[in-house]
């Protein structure tokens, strides 16, 4: 390997040394000759290996037990508890292991004996809790008089408000006591949310059996999942909240119809009141599915992701829609006749001309 002209200088100048330094000389000159050669070449470990941090050895990881201080036995009491259970069999777990031996159920006197809990099977628990039903009533119910006289002033409120036509009552709790109503979510069908829309806004505003009448004659795919599920829906409300069940009435005797305008226009004659309707119903969107690979040209490729959608429905009683007739009639009777020009107090006026 060539050596650089500053090198070469170098070494020519070291040969000119005296004899008598000739073991000197030949250091110095391999000295020189490893610099120059380091200077144009760096192999992959420049670094000698006899530096400090190379033979360095890890630290060994003593454990959790090293981090705590004080004495051994502290130290090994620590360590127990927090590798067996964080929580006891009770609260009063460590109390009771440090009462006295006569309250624990065994004589003291006994020596030799290790003191050990004697627990009466049927009666108390294992922190000494009664069981008994008297003692569980006194803790649930520590003053049943009071509770009473509560329960008693809160039905009686509850009756004011309902018959008392004046009474301070809100009207979402006076609609949600006197009617009832159940919202029925299906699971996700595997189509969108643009196709079953349109089945949404077929079924919405019909009686629960008109609705599944267009479900079982409709063309769309699905018109039998949403007919399924207004069934479903049905039975849910006839079950769990008793809607649906018809009025009483006497043999000889035929409820008048009722004759209302609903909010779209269309005028019902209802005949039953209990009869159960679809107010509201909506789709959401949900996760979409796995997608389909559409291969495309030039080697390209498109994901198609396929959408899942669900439908949402709300059934209530024809009792609900009267009451909102009769709710839009007396609004209505209440309006003022129209003024062209009325006569109400002008604000923001200026005292000159604006331009």
Partial sequence: MSLNVPSRRLLKSASTLSPSSSAHNTTIVAAFQSLSIASNSRGFHS???????????????????????????????????????????SIF????????????????AESGKQVRKVRKPGNVTAAG?????????????????????????????????GTDPFSKEPRADRIARTERQLTSKSPF??????????????????????????????????????????????????????????????????????????????????????????????????????????????????FMWRPTTSISVVLKEEKTRIREHQERVAKKLRQKPWVHLPDRPIYGQRQHYSW
């Fill in 129 to 161: 809790a009664s069981l008994a039903k008297e003692h569980l009533a006194r803790a649930i119910d520590p003053d049943p008089r009071s509770r009473e006289r509560w329960e008693r002033k809160m039905v009686i409120r509850q009756i004011r408000n």
């Fill in 47 to 89: 670094t000698s290996p006899a530096q400090w941090f190379w033979g360095r050895k890890k630290k060994e990881d003593k454990g959790l037990q090293a981090d705590f201080t004080g004495t051994k036995d502290a130290r090994k009491k620590l360590m127990e508890n927090l590798s067996s259970g964080v929580e006891g069999q």
């Fill in 189 to 302: 069908f595997a189509t969108s949310t643009k196709k079953l829309v349109k089945l949404a806004h077929q079924i919405q505003g019909k009686t629960v059996e008109d609705a599944i009448v267009q479900m079982r004659y409709s063309k769309k795919k699905m018109a039998r999942e949403v007919k399924l599920q207004l069934e479903q829906a049905r039975d849910m409300a006839i079950v769990q909240r008793g809607m649906g069940l018809g009025q009483q009435q006497e043999a000889d005797e035929k409820t008048p119809e009722i004759k209302i305008q609903t909010k779209d226009g269309k005028h019902l004659a209802i005949a039953d009141t209990t009869r159960m309707y679809v107010a509201e119903a909506w789709v959401n969107r949900g996760p979409f599915r796995n997608p389909k690979l559409d291969y495309r040209a030039r080697g390209r490729l498109n």
């Fill in 93 to 108: 777990e460590d109390e009771l292991s440090k009462a006295e031996p006569q309250k624990l159920g065994v004589d003291a």
